[in-house]
């Protein structure tokens, strides 16, 4: 990689990170529990960065950016806040990183962007499973999480498919692989 | 990895259709695994932690160790009663049969959001403050019950 693509990957990366931080404070805006009263609803929306990064440069960017926007929300929220979206991003990243390789032949971005949010709701309980030693937990909150999960995945892949779509690949780093 | 050449021109192809003609084969496959494994999870979860038996008590858990128990006889009448654990304070209600935490200061208030439970094996939880409250099968209900005895004896 030379000088050029170096500094293309830290400042698209930079630039990704912000609107990670910016989507996932927006996010905090709103309050989804109200309309839904489903415990531990998040919208996602910066699930859509992820998916970009994973789509149009490489799953270390994905994971590096995903990881710094937990590190900085997760001073401002508390260690068990951390923890819930830590694990939850890294195992929706890790699902969605294995299902983007049939992307365009089995699944589209929405089905990938489904699994990450479904994904992403069964990190989150196995965290709280796990500092609280009830693994009963998992019927009483996973199954409300997974049906939201339908609605959040769906609108976060349909909101991420025209922003994937108009981003040029020609000028990234990533297209010259 | 996607090849991206190849991820642009299929992406190219959606700008003209509705969102629901993105999907493919496989998006379909994951809305019903997502379901089956939801419903899956809600209506035979219970089943995995035994026969309900008799009544349903209810047991109020903190860092692992049973605190209260609100026996069968108990819970199907109405009454709250309030408890502080690892530095926040909970308001418990109870009703024919359901039990909830109808107030608590902990910063998340999941606890208050998951609202009444009243199957088997359901539960309601707070992370910070390491409280769980679970419905439980009765002792008299059978071998699935998993409230100790001995506890039952010290409310007693």
New interface residues.
């Given amino acids: 990689m030379s000088a050029t693509d170096k500094t293309r990957r830290l400042t698209t990366n930079a630039i990704l990170l912000s609107l990670a931080l910016i989507l996932a404070i927006v996010e905090r805006w709103i309050p989804l529990e109200l309309i839904v009263p489903v415990p531990g609803i998040k919208l996602g929306l910066a699930n859509i960065v992820s998916l970009f990064a994973l789509v149009r440069l490489r799953w270390t960017d994905a994971l590096a950016i995903l990881v710094m926007r937990c590190l900085i929300i997760g001073t401002f929220t508390g260690l068990t806040a951390f923890l819930f979206s830590i694990t939850g991003g890294l195992l929706a990243l890790g699902i969605m990183g294995l299902l983007v390789r049939w992307e365009g032949k089995v699944f589209s971005l929405i089905g990938i962007s489904l699994a990450g949010a479904a994904a992403h709701n069964l990190g989150q309980i196995s965290v709280a499973v796990l500092l609280l030693g009830e693994w009963r937990l998992l019927v009483t909150y996973l199954p409300p999480l997974l049906l939201t999960s339908l609605f959040t995945g769906t609108l976060t892949g349909v909101a991420a498919i025209p922003l994937i779509t108009r981003f040029p690949l020609r000028g990234t780093y990533a297209a010259k692989r | ?2 090849n ?5 021109v ?3 192809s ?2 003209s259709l509705p ?1 629901y003609r ?6 379909y496959f ?2 019903i695994l ?2 089956l ?3 899956a ?2 209506s035979r ?2 089943m995995l ?1 035994g026969p309900s038996g008799g009544g349903q008590s209810a047991d109020i ?1 903190v860092d ?1 160790v049973v605190v209260k128990t609100i026996p069968a006889e108990q819970l199907v009448q109405a009454g709250s009663f309030e408890l502080d654990a690892n530095g926040f304070h909970y308001t418990v209600e109870y009703e024919s049969g359901r039990i909830r935490i109808s107030h608590a200061d902990c ?2 208030q ?2 208050v ?3 009444w ?1 009243s199957r088997l ?5 707070c ?2 403050g ?1 409280l ?1 409250l ?1 419905v439980n099968g009765s002792p008299e209900g059978g071998e699935g019950a998993s409230t100790e005895p001995e506890v039952d004896v010290i409310i007693r």
Avoid: K
């Avoid at chain 2, 993105?22 to 998006?27: A, E, M, N, P, V």
């Avoid at chain 2, 094996?121 to 939880?125: C, E, H, T």
């Fill in positions: 990895m996607v991206c050449q190849e991820a642009l299929l992406n190219r959606h700008r969102w993105w999907l493919r084969w496989g998006d994951l809305y997502i379901v494994v939801a419903l999870l809600f979860g219970p932690l858990t692992g910063p998340d999941v606890c959001q998951t609202g439970v094996g359901q539960v309601s939880a992370v910070p390491h769980i679970s």
